[in-house]
Each structure stands twice: as structure tokens, then as C-alpha cells.
């Protein structure tokens, strides 16, 4: 009941009283709509969006080797993440500078994005599609699945909403970070060290717990493979094999890689029978990790082992650094030892339990350490051999073979008057002495085949047996030759592929690689980068698969006599592998 004094007329009313909070709604009701902070995880805003979709369907331009759905919804995924992450901080800076607050977009700004996106993707899905024919068409690579084709978008979606979730995990790490110091310091402070503190404690969980954790996990799980014997290989039962009768290295402590290396290869009757000439029988040596503990101990084990069985008395003499796991490609050593005439003695050794791919990135330098150990061990005692009973020294490396086996020589001269010839095949783009090559090349020469110092001792070729430039100059003495493809991810990836466009791409494209592909920020290095895995999964002369080119790079190298056009293809098929 209300008392006091009549309104007048002309008064105005009172102000309504605020309304109250809703109580809870008690147990058993319908829960309220999502509170903002829910909201807020599920939410997109409209200028991450547009960056979003235009990275993501960048990421069907081609890039060096073909891509299943799977693998291209991952790189899709992953460049729709980047790019709204780029658009949400190109709108942020906008604001910045206009001086204003963000504003709610118009329900037709989306509609128009929705339209666009529906349009643009279709578009860019369709040309993905048929730019991966062609490259498949270009490598005569026959696999294909329409299912992860069709499933593509969607692991797409899956990829970019996890990492959207992960990156507004990582926000919200910030903010409290934030509230927890502004406690002691300043509000300025507070927002400086606490992205200080939440990077920090990303990457250590990242490279500390995550990938420390896949890295050991991984070389446990390889380690045990690393106790079995490849299938059809048994222990040699010759005295010029690591692991046969009176060898110093038990055949246990030779490692998969190295119980395949030293049980395998072409005998003297199978060199003679290619030849038609006496052939002697190989000499193969070979550490395992197992063999001893350090690098330096596993050298001079195996180098014994090469003395013991006459390797330093033949007329040419190898020395390989393998790839991570101690693989040694059997077409390099097996070409070396026909064209040889089996008068050839070859040491290798392992440094890893990881594969190729993997310790490409982890183990660099294991395989830096490897190469010189093991090519220092071998000229100690070379050199101290009279020069007319010294055999030929070369050297061989593939991929991070070549990165290691690199590291025993200084450059260009030191190659040259240290070894009688070398051969590397796939450098990674990180090679010391690759990169210093190619990046003196002579100016008009293009990167994927690049010309240092008029090809006096260094050259590069993707294919030796259509010739190796500079055809028309002199390449006396010491021949030192790089096998490279232009569509080989090894030897292109780099991290600056992320912001700074490369020479291989501006220039004109290699015989495997489209005209199409183009370099675009963030996303060319995420395509080359998913490449790597899948470098080898790709027929013989594209990709990092270089079988037949062994037979025409060791003929150019080694310049052995007697040895017809008509041989050097009947070799290809010995030495390349049958399907």
C-alpha cells in the first residue's frame, strides 16, 4: 500500500527500479542459455575467418610431390589455423591504428563469407585435384584413393579446430599468468612477462616433454628393431665381411642396417658374370652402435676391421656415411663394387636407431660427428701407406650421408686433394658445403643445377645420364659430383621457406616439378615440410629415390674403362629395384 501525498498531473513518474538477477534455475530445470565465457570458445570472429579461408585453399596449390587427402587435409588444416591467426592480428593492428573498438559483424558480412567460402574452396579443391594428376602423371605414380579425397575437408576442419583450441588455450594461460603477477608488479610489466612466460613454458613443454617424449619413444621402439636381421639376409661366411669368421665386430653388434650391408651384395661370380672379366670379391666393413660406445671407438673399430680384411690393399676404396638408422643404399655401394670389378673394399658405420626422416631432423649432428670420425680414421691410415700402394679414396653419402660426410673436408680444395672422386646424393639443404656451392654459383645458372667454379672439380646434375654441366668445360683430377632432383624435398626444405621465397621456385622448374607451383608464405613451408615423410615413396629418379642414377654417377666419378652404354643399362636393372 502506497501513502503520502496525490501526484499531480504534470509530475513525472518515478524511474522504475533496476531489475533484480535471476535466482539459479533450481535442480531438475532446463540449464540456462551458455554463458559468455562458452560462448567465447566457440566463437569465430569474421577477419580470422577470411584469413582462414584464404590460406586454406592457398594450400591446394601443388607443391613437389603428390599428396593423398589425408596428407593434404593435415597441410590444409593447418594453414587454415595460420591464417586466422594472421587475420585476427592484421584486424587487431587495424584497430590499433583507427583508434577504435571491435565491433559485432553484420549478420550479411557473414552471409557474404559464407557464400565466398563455398565458392572459393570448391574452386580450390577442384584445381588441387587436378594439379596432383598431373604430378602424379609427371612421377607415374598410379595410387590413388577417392575416400581420403573426399575425407579431406573434413580432417581439414578437425586439424584447424584443434589447433584454434590450442592457441585460445594458450590465451587463456596468458590472462592468468597476468592476473597472478599483476599481484607484484606493474599492469605495463605484467603483460610483457607474461607472454614471456607463457612462450617459455610452451616451447619447453613442446620440445622438452612432447617431442622429447616422441624422440625417445621412437628410438626405443627402433632400437628393438634394431636387434633383428633383415629377411633372405644370413652372416657372410666370407673373411672380407664384417661379422663373417675372424672378423674384430661380431655379427650381433652390426645392427639391422649393418647385418644387411655386410650379408648382402654381389659376390665375384656375380661381377664376373656382368663384367666378363676375373672379378675379385668385395671387402665390406661396419660398426654398429652396439659395436662400442662412442663415435671415435666405432671408427677405429670398423677401420681394424677394413685392415684385417685387406680393404686398404685394393685398388679403390669407400667410405660411406649412412643415414640415421645406418642404412647404406645398396645401389651406391653395389654399383661402385661392378664398376670396380669387385676390386673395391667399402667401411660404413651406424650413429642412430632413428630412421632417415626422423634423424634428418634430430640427429645432425651424430651424422656430423660420424663423418669425420670415420673418414679421419680411414686417412690416418691411408696416408701413412707409400703413395704407390695406396688405393683410390672416395667418398659417398646420401641425404644426411652427405651432410656428414661433408664434415671431414674444409671445402672445395680440400675435396679435391684429400679424396680421388666423391659422389652425394639428396644433400639436405642445410649441407655446409652445398649451400657455399650453390650459393656461389655463376650467375644465369639455376639453383637446381647450379654451376660452381666452372665445374673445375664440383656438379651438380638431377639426371648424369643426360650429361652434367658445364658439358663443354674440363673436369681434370678430383671429380666431385652431387645427385640432386628438383622435386626432392630433402634437398629444398629450409625454414626460410616460411617467409622468404627461394631461388628454386622463381626460376624455371625442374622436369618433375609444375610450372604451377608457386611459393606463398606459411604455406609452401608446411607443404614442403609434409613432403618429407613421403620423400621416398615415389618412383625411382623423383623425390629422394636415386637408384639408377648411382650406376651413370659413379661411371662419371670413377671413370672406369671397358664399360659400353649398353653395360651401364644392363647394370641399372641389377642394381634397381624390382617391383
Known amino acids: 500500500m502506497i501513502t503520502g501525498r496525490p501526484r499531480p498531473p504534470d509530475e513525472p513518474e518515478p524511474p522504475e527500479e533496476p531489475a533484480r538477477a535471476e535466482a539459479p534455475a533450481p535442480a531438475g530445470e532446463p540449464a540456462p ?40 587435409g593435415l597441410i590444409c588444416g593447418i594453414s587454415g589455423a595460420i591464417g586466422y591467426g594472421l587475420g585476427v592480428v592484421a584486424a587487431y593492428v587495424w584497430r590499433a591504428f583507427a583508434d577504435r573498438e571491435a565491433r559485432p559483424a553484420s549478420h550479411r558480412s557473414w552471409q557474404v563469407l559464407i557464400i565466398t567460402a ?21 612421377m607415374g605414380v598410379t595410387d590413388f584413393s577417392v575416400l581420403a579425397t573426399v575425407a579431406c575437408p573434413f580432417i581439414a576442419l578437425l586439424v584447424f579446430w584443434l589447433l584454434l583450441y ?19 608488479i606493474g599492469a605495463k610489466a605484467t603483460k ?4 614471456l612466460v607463457v612462450a617459455g613454458l610452451a616451447w619447453s613443454v ?4 612432447l617431442l622429447g617424449g616422441f624422440v625417445n619413444a621412437a628410438n626405443e621402439a627402433f632400437s628393438l628393431r634394431d636387434t633383428e636381421t633383415p629377411e633372405g639376409v644370413h652372416q657372410p661366411t666370407s673373411t672380407l665381411r664384417s661379422g663373417g669368421p675372424g672378423s674384430l665386430i661380431p655379427w650381433d653388434t652390426l645392427g639391422r642396417q649393418g647385418r644387411a650391408f655386410t650379408g648382402s651384395g654381389p659376390t665375384a661370380a656375380d661381377i664376373g658374370a656382368f663384367t666378363h672379366r676375373t672379378a675379385r670379391e668385395p671387402v665390406r666393413a661396419y660398426a654398429g652402435l652396439d659395436t662400442a660406445g662412442s663415435a671415435e671407438d666405432r671408427a677405429e673399430r670398423a677401420v681394424a676391421d677394413l685392415q684385417r680384411a685387406g680393404g686398404f690393399d685394393r685398388a679403390n676404396l669407400l667410405v660411406m656415411t649412412t643415414t640415421g638408422s645406418g642404412w647404406v643404399d645398396p645401389a651406391a655401394v653395389d654399383t661402385f663394387e661392378y664398376l670396380g670389378s669387385g676390386d673395391a673394399a667399402t667401411v660404413a658405420m651406424q650413429y642412430s636407431y632413428l630412421p632417415s626422416w626422423l634423424s634428418y631432423l634430430v640427429d645432425q649432428s651424430k651424422a656430423r660427428e660420424a663423418g669425420r670420425e670415420l673418414f679421419d680414421a680411414v686417412y690416418d691410415v691411408w696416408s701413412g701407406l707409400p ?3 695406396r688405393p683410390r679414396l672416395f667418398v659417398a653419402g646420401e641425404s644426411l650421408g652427405s651432410f656428414g660426410g661433408e664434415t671431414a673436408f674444409s671445402g672445395e680444395y680440400d675435396l679435391r686433394n684429400r679424396t680421388a672422386g666423391t659422389l652425394f646424393a639428396g644433400p639436405p639443404n642445410f649441407n655446409v658445403l652445398f649451400r657455399e656451392f650453390s650459393d656461389q654459383r655463376e650467375p644465369g645458372s639455376p639453383e637446381i643445377e647450379p654451376v660452381y667454379k666452372e665445374g673445375r672439380t664440383v656438379r651438380f646434375t638431377d639426371g648424369p645420364a643426360s650429361g652434367i654441366p658445364p658439358a663443354d668445360r674440363p673436369w681434370d683430377g678430383t671429380r666431385v659430383l652431387y645427385l640432386m632432383h628438383p622435386s626432392d624435398p630433402i634437398v629444398w626444405w629450409s625454414p626460410e621457406l616460411l617467409l622468404s621465397e627461394p631461388d628454386w621456385i622463381g626460376e624455371a622448374p625442374g622436369g618433375d616439378v609444375l610450372e604451377a607451383m608457386v611459393w606463398i ?5 608446411w607443404q614442403v615440410t609434409a613432403d618429407l615423410p613421403f620423400s621416398t615413396g615415389v618412383p625411382d629418379g623423383h623425390g629422394h629415390t636415386y637408384k639408377a642414377e648411382y650406376v651413370d654417377g659413379w661411371n662419371a666419378v670413377m671413370r672406369p674403362t671397358g664399360f659400353t652404354p649398353q653395360d ?12
Do not use: M, N
Open 568 to 579: 651401364l643399362e644392363r647394370l641399372k636393372e641389377l642394381v634397381r629395384p624390382q617391383d
Open 118 to 138: 563455398v565458392v572459393l574452396f570448391g574452386l580450390a579443391f577442384g584445381f588441387g585435384q587436378y594439379w596432383q594428376r598431373e604430378i602424379r602423371r609427371l
Open 521 to 525: 608464405p606459411f604455406v609452401t613451408f
Open 166 to 184: 590450442a592457441g585460445r588455450g594458450l590465451r587463456r594461460a596468458y590472462h592468468w599468468v597476468v592476473r597472478l603477477l599483476g599481484r607484484w
Open 192 to 195: 610483457v612477462v607474461g607472454w
Open 387 to 389: 703413395q704407390d700402394r
Open 206 to 209: 613442446f620440445s622438452g616433454v
Open 33 to 72: 542459455p551458455l554463458s559468455r565465457r562458452r560462448r567465447r570458445w566457440i566463437s569465430l570472429t569474421l577477419p580470422g575467418c577470411w584469413g582462414a579461408l584464404l590460406l586454406a585453399c592457398l594450400s591446394f596449390t601443388p607443391s613437389l610431390l603428390p599428396r593423398g587427402g589425408v596428407l593434404q
